[in-house]
């Protein structure tokens, strides 16, 4: 079974994350193509901006719009801060015998030698690497680059526009922008 592990905040989930889903997903056909919202990332210092629920609630309209994929909230369960070498083993303990890819943006790739027990994960998993923000990929094993069209997609860029009451069109899927809208995320709080 060929596993492709999809990680991130997805604060909101974007039309950037949607667009790379499907680019690889297209490409790779796996058996399970898993996305799995982040608690608290090692190296950020804050927590989501919206509830798990919320985030969780976006990526399943996600789900609905590509018709494939599925959400594991195993690092949403976990206490403290979300290791991809947590995640791995449990994935590799609950689908015994898979074949695992590990999906993640260049942006990662750059860093990936600050990620807790990365000689552990390589070896029991690869890595998929899309560009983002590169228009051509020199990697090393076990990095496989993936090279898509350039779309400069940001989750900070989208939470600061719907602050500041700007269009999102174009960066969210129709469904999810209205879910943020309904359920008043990323807006202001006001204080008492």
Sequence with gaps: MEIILYGGSFDPIHIGHAFVANEVYQQFRPDKFIF?????SPHKTSRPNVSDQHRLNMIEQTIDYLQFGEIDTFELEQSGKSYTYQTVLYLKEKYKNCTLKILIGYDQYEVIDKWYNLEAIASLASFIVVNRSRD????REPFIPFTLPRMDVSATDIRRRMLNGQSVKCLLLDEVEKYIREEHLYEEKKSD
């Design 36 to 40: 799995i919202p982040a608690g608290q």
């Design 136 to 139: 051509e990929l020199n990697l």
